[in-house]
């Protein structure tokens, strides 16, 4: 890790001790949020840019989609031969 990777992280789970307060025992739960926060802010970048691919969905996946029933749609079931429930 390097030392200003290290410093970050520091100085977050810092700010997250005295955002809770400053409780006793938690340093390791703070210093893992704050590594998770600083990678996550690292990698946004990354995560924003577009997926570019070279592979099309075939036509057939957006022309039967609305084939498919959904929750939704499933309604109350009738069964031949039961009455049907007053309420």
């Given at each position: 890790m390097t030392d200003?990777?290290?410093?970050?992280?520091?100085d977050r789970a810092h700010r997250m001790w005295c955002d809770e307060g400053q409780p006793e025992g938690k340093a390791d739960v703070h210093w893992e949020l704050a590594r998770?926060?600083?990678?996550?802010e690292d990698a946004?970048?990354?995560?924003?840019?577009?997926?570019?691919?070279?592979?099309?969905?075939?036509?057939?996946?957006?022309?039967?989609q609305g084939e498919f029933p959904t929750l939704t749609d499933q309604g109350e079931q009738h069964v031949p031969g039961e009455m049907a429930d007053p309420d």
């Open positions: 200003d990777l290290e410093q970050r992280i520091r998770m926060a600083i990678a996550f946004k970048p990354a995560m924003q840019r577009p997926v570019i691919s070279d592979t099309v969905e075939p036509v057939e996946a957006w022309a039967n």
